[in-house]
Every structure is written in C-alpha cells, then in structure tokens.
C-alpha cells in the first residue's frame, strides 16, 4: 500500500480473496458456450481465446517466478544481495489482478467492436510491425514521461510507493501497482494493441506476441539476476538502446531518480537520467559466480502436491504453513508430470538462502518424497544423492550439514554416521540435530510436571529425551513392556527409578514418536498436550486435546531474506534439526553429531538462546 493511498487504489474485486477469479466467469462462461454451440462460420476465435491467454500469461509469469528464485538462491549473476520477507510476499500476492483485469478488457473490447474482432485473421505482417513502430515511438516515449510524473511527490506519495516498496525485486513485483496506475498502463498498451485492429491490420499472433513481450520484458526487468549476454551488445551495440537489462532496472528500484524507462533506454538516454553506474554493474553482475555457504540444511520433499509450496513452486502457497488445498485437485496432472520428472531426473538443488550473523545459510533439496524411504528398494539410490550433496557441501567449504526430516533416518544411514565412516576425512561436520530437538522437547514440558506419558518407537531422539526426563526426576511412563525393558537398558542405574511400566492413559503429558497409533489417542484424557518429538507432524485427531508442533524454535530479527514457511511450521519458525547445525557452525564446534553421539543437551539448548532463537510454548 502506498504511504498516501489515493483513490481507485485498490482493485474492484479486492474484498472477494480467493474468489476474485468469478468476476470472470460469466464471460468465460459465454465465450465457450457460444464457440461450442454457433454454427462455424459465426463463431468467434478471438472471444474463445482470451481465456486461453489468460491462463498463458498465468503460466509466463509462474515460470519466470520459479526461475528467479531458483538463480538468487544459488547466487549466480545476483544483483541485490538483500533478500525479501513475508511482508513483501504478501504486498505482491495480488499480482494476477492485472491478468483479470486483462481478461475483461478484452471481453469489452471484443463486445463493443465484435465485427473488427470476429474477423480477426492468424497473422497480418503489417500489423505486427505497426505494433512494433507504435511500442517503440508513442508508448516508450509517453511510459517515460508517465513514469517520471509518478515520481513526483504527490503521486509517489499516494501510488507509485507502492511498488517501490520493495527494493529487492522479484519478476512479479513487475505487475504490482495500484489499479488507477494499471488502467493508464493498458491505455498506453492499448496504443501499440488495438491500433491495428481498429485500423483492420490486427492479429490474433500479433496481440498475444506483444502480450508475451510485455510479461517477458516485465518479468526479466525484475528478476534480480543478470542472464543478458554481453555477447549480445557486442554484435549489435545499437541494441543498447533497444533492449534494457535486470540490472538496468534494478538500478531504478535503489537510486529511484534514473532509468526510468520501460523497456527501450533510449529516452533515458535522449533525456539525460541513465544511472552512471548501469554499466559496471551489468558487468559485475555477469561476472558474480554461485554463492558459497557456510551451513547447508539438507531436506527432501514431503508429498507429490508439495512441490507447489516450495519457495519456487508458488510464492503466495510457500509463504503460509503447508497444508491440503483445492489447488492440489486441480492442478494433479501438473503433480503427476513432476514426479515423474524427479524420477526419472531428479538431483539435489538448492531451494533457499538466508543470512544470518556472519553466516550463509542454504536449504538444498533432494527430489524424493516421504513414501520412498519406507523399505528397501529406494535405499541405496537415496543414500547416493544424500551422499553426493555431503561431498559437495564438503568441496564447498561448508562448516556443517544438518540433515532434514528422514535423510537421518536410523534405517537408511543411521543418523547419518554411515556418511563419516564411508569418508572419514570429511572436514564438514554432519550434524542430526538430536541434541538440540531433545532440549526443545524437554522444555516444552509445564513446569511442576512430575509425570508423563511416552509413546512411540524406541529411537535415539527418544532414549535422550527420556534419559533427561529422569535426571529431572520426572517419572517417564511407558504402557509397551518391550519398550520399558529397551530403556531400562540404557538408563543409568540412578535414574532407573523414574521408568514406570504403566497401564494408564491419564496423564496430561504424552511424549509421543512414530508408532502412535488412533486408538491411542482416543484413550488419551480430554485436555491432554501431545508433545512429538518425530520429524514428521502428528495426525491430529481430538479437538478436546492441545497439540505441540514437531521440535523447533523461532528465529531472531537478524535472521534474514526468509520469505516461506518451513513445510507446515509457522512464520519465521524453523526446525530444531535446522537450527542445530547453525549453533554448530556459530560455536565452532568440531564433532560430528551423528550415529551414536550426541552433544550435551543443556548446553546446545543454552547456545541456541544465547543466539536468540527462542521456544515456541
């Protein structure tokens, strides 16, 4: 929102959210049936097909959305380092808006001029380069001197602000303006568009081609990588002052006051305002390599729709806390192809940077899903690309890998020490994080607790977990006999006395793990607080009860550039595995906690807050 928001601000169908797309659908409706029903000759092409193109500037603009925040989060060719938050996020989730308003702009033009439009052929040459003539001289030269108008105080102020508040541009933040600005932009457009259909020379290739030129100027403009090749200048240096670069316009969004252009810098050159440092930072920018990060969190996707949450899936569906959508349904021939796609090809990537003290912090993701770790046919292949991205970490200079969700599993490596005994002269510490999400779990528990419940498979996590419970003196109650035999095993002899074998379900405190099944918790007492210590969320399952999230913690202030939620983890709240590999890293410790070993769990925990990462109960 702008700092002065002046009229026609917001869009008309803004108060109905999710539901603004039913503004189109009588016309969509319409136009389908009419094409579906009208004899051929009556039927009208140019109408049927907006909706199509509607649907294709969706698709451009997702493309360019994944492809830009995969090429920043691995630092190739990066323009701004400064990386963008929720709020951002946010602000540009109305960026479709234009695309509706698009779509009822030409279901008017096409209702009040029918007969130019119905008529409308495949292509008309000159038409396309009357387009062509009519961008280059009457919509770049009135764009420009619009542009710098908006920057006066009084409109700035109360519109333009509004899509400068973000600094750090992302290829959406193109489209992202108040809707009295977007109404003079297609009135410029509508000079190059509808000029040759007025004059009988329009086409339909011709009208989608200069849409597509728009999105795709739009789009690279603000995708904060440089990927013009010098090459390009070089063999035609007129080309200069046809073509803009991202890092041309980048300069717009931190200087304000030059390169105001739209996409042809030839009036910023005619009129003086080309930023002094636009060359040098094109080159600079070109000549930037990948980032090299000091902590690498190594994840793995969760389910097949779970792709659309990651942060170059869909920016909006990434920013809250993952869960079953409509979009699941609608879009599963899109889920079913990337599976395939990440069978078939799938390697490691990177899918996130944050900064966070001295540090450089990545998430990489390697393309399998939850259901592939079950047994062993998948064993050995994940293993490889588990093993590969650790080599690479290594090769990178990274100080410590945390390994996410059950690339730490004790069947497929055993916590990752199969890793260090396969390469013992590793120098990135592995890190699974058992000690700190142990800590997290532990002082979860209510003060004054003197019992509780614990139910689950018998695990590293969970032998720590109880063995610190019965420091505490703290009864650790366990109804499985195999269990209560398992960890009366390996718990000291002092602290023996604080393992209950149990046939009750009235405790207020339940430890839970894998292995809890329904029935369990439909025996539990109303008012009961689950506390998981698995990686995985629990099936919640009683509305009488309070359930924790899986271990973790939010972050600090200074925790920065993160603009998603970790899987189904709230806003600025990552795992406790996540966290422990960067306290591992801000430490300097020099071990590896994987296998059998764990670091000292009060002192993890201690680091952990002194670095201000706080609990979330």
């Known amino acids: 929102m702008a700092s002065k928001p002046g009229i026609l601000t917001n869009w008309p169908w803004h108060h109905l959210g999710s539901f603004k797309y039913l503004v189109l659908a009588p016309w969509v409706v319409h136009s389908i049936y009419s094409y579906t029903t009208k004899p051929k000759y009556e039927r009208d092409l140019t109408n049927f097909l907006t909706f199509p193109i509607i649907l294709w500037r969706m698709l451009h603009n997702q493309i360019w959305i994944t492809l830009s925040r995969y090429r920043t989060a691995k630092g190739n060719n990066r323009i701004v380092d400064k990386g963008i938050e929720f709020e951002q996020v946010d602000r540009e989730s109305t960026w479709d808006d234009q695309i509706i308003f698009m779509g009822i702009y030409f279901y008017l033009v096409e209702m009040i001029i029918p007969e130019i439009t119905y008529t409308m052929p495949w292509w008309r040459t000159d038409g396309i380069l009357m387009i062509i003539i009519l961008h280059i001289g009457p919509v770049e030269f009135l764009y420009y001197w619009f542009h710098r108008a908006l920057h006066h105080h009084f409109l700035y102020t109360r519109y333009h602000s509004h899509h400068h508040s ?6 959406i933040t193109s489209v992202v303006h108040p809707f009295a600005e977007h109404i003079v932009y297609y009135l410029l457009f509508s000079i190059a568009m509808l000029t040759p259909v007025l004059v009988g020379k329009g086409s339909l290739l011709g009208t989608v081609g200069y849409l597509t030129y728009i999105d795709f100027m739009n789009n690279m403009g ?75 969190h190594l994840t793995h996707l969760i389910t097949p729709d779970s792709v659309y949450h990651l942060r170059i899936g869909f920016a909006s569906l990434a920013s809250r806390p993952l869960k079953s959508s409509i979009w699941s349904l609608i879009l599963w021939p899109v889920t079913f192809w990337s599976r395939l796609l990440t069978w078939i090809y799938g390697s490691t990537f990177v899918l996130e940077r944050n900064s966070f003290q001295n540090l450089k912090l990545q998430s990489w993701v390697v393309p399998v899903y939850n259901f592939q770790y079950f047994g062993d046919r998948n064993r050995e292949a994940i293993n490889k690309q588990i093993e590969e991205a650790i080599l690479d970490a290594d090769n990178q200079g990274v100080k410590a890998l945390t390994l996410g969700l059950l690339n730490q599993s004790e069947e497929l490596n055993n916590y990752g020490e199969l890793y260090v005994e396969r390469n013992p002269k590793l120098k990135v510490k592995v890190v699974d994080g058992s000690s700190l999400a142990t800590a997290v779990v532990v002082n979860s528990i209510p003060k004054g607790t003197v019992r509780i419940l614990f139910r689950g498979r018998v695990s590293k996590i969970a032998l720590a977990i109880v063995n ?29 006395h604080n393992l209950v074998h149990s046939t009750s379900y009235d405790h207020q405190i339940w430890i839970v793990g894998e292995g809890l099944n329904n029935d369990d918790q439909r025996k539990a007492s109303k008012g009961t607080i689950f506390i998981p210590f698995t990686q995985l969320p629990l099936k919640k399952l009683r509305n009488d009860c309070f359930y924790h999230t899986t271990p973790a913690m939010s972050i600090p202030r200074d925790f920065t550039n993160l603009d998603s939620c970790e899987n189904w983890l709230p806003r600025r709240v990552i795992s406790a595995w996540r966290i422990a590999g960067i306290v591992h890293a801000l430490e300097g410790w020099k071990i590896n906690e994987c296998g059998d070993e764990m670091c000292d769990v009060q002192k993890v925990w201690q680091a952990a807050l002194d670095h201000g990462f706080r609990p979330l109960n």
């Open 222 to 296: 603000h995708c904060n990588f440089e990927l013009v090749p010098q090459w390009l200048f070089s063999a035609f240096p007129f080309l200069k002052y046809l073509m803009y670069t991202p890092s041309f316009h980048s300069l717009h969004h931190t200087q304000f006051r030059t390169n105001y252009s739209l996409f042809m810098p030839i009036y910023d050159h005619i009129y003086g305002t080309v930023d002094k440092s636009s060359d040098s930072l094109y080159e600079k920018s070109l000549r930037r390599g990948g980032e090299q990060p000091d902590v690498v």
């Open 468 to 496: 610190t419970l019965a420091q505490m003196d703290i009864k650790v109650e366990t109804m499985n006999k195999n269990d209560y035999e398992e960890l009366k095993l390996k718990l000291g002899d002092k602290d023996k």
């Open 166 to 171: 973000s600094i750090v541009t992302e290829p």
